[in-house]
């Protein structure tokens, strides 16, 4: 009588596992998107962009402010920096997004579609925002130049977004491999 137990309780243990695995492999073959992980950032633009870098692009190194770092909706080190002389000021990114999520945000008017350095760029006026944004695609995000205009040395987009895409291509040979 012992052994029927112990034969019974392994047969209903058994079919518990079976039952188990038989609907994790149908939840799996249902076609459920299950979503890719984003790859994270692994660099910082206040530590990549040294005094060198920042003297090129026309900004005073020792006017550099580090933003808190985000981690959602996606993962964001943000770096301002001013330039001194012409009271210019612009904030430098690295987001953990594709750039086809900045091309296809409808908040961005689409100014230019150029390149920098060998990577594909998107200069955007961001109206509602009152900036304007250089966005650089770098393995595995985006490199951002924000400029506000209607601040002290910007009164139009026109002139946000020449600055943006002139900082981003100052910044350029300083760019590191991976975001």
Known sequence: MTNFKTIRSFGVVMAVVA???SSAACGASQGEDVPEPQASLTSHPCDVFGPDALSAAGFDPSE????????????RRA?????????KRALVSFNGMPLADVESDERFTLVEDVEVAGHRALVHDFPGGVQCLASVEIDPGV????????????????????????????????????L
């Open 143 to 178: 490199l951002e130049v924000m400029v506000g205009y209607k601040a002290i040395g910007m009164e139009t987009p026109e002139e946000a977004c020449s600055f943006a895409l002139q900082v981003a291509e100052d910044l350029a040979p300083y760019f590191p491999e991976h």
């Open 64 to 75: 550099s402010e580090r933003y808190d770092d985000r981690e959602e909706p996606f993962q």
């Open 19 to 21: 039952i188990g695995t």
């Open 79 to 87: 770096c301002s920096y001013y330039a001194g002389e012409s009271h």
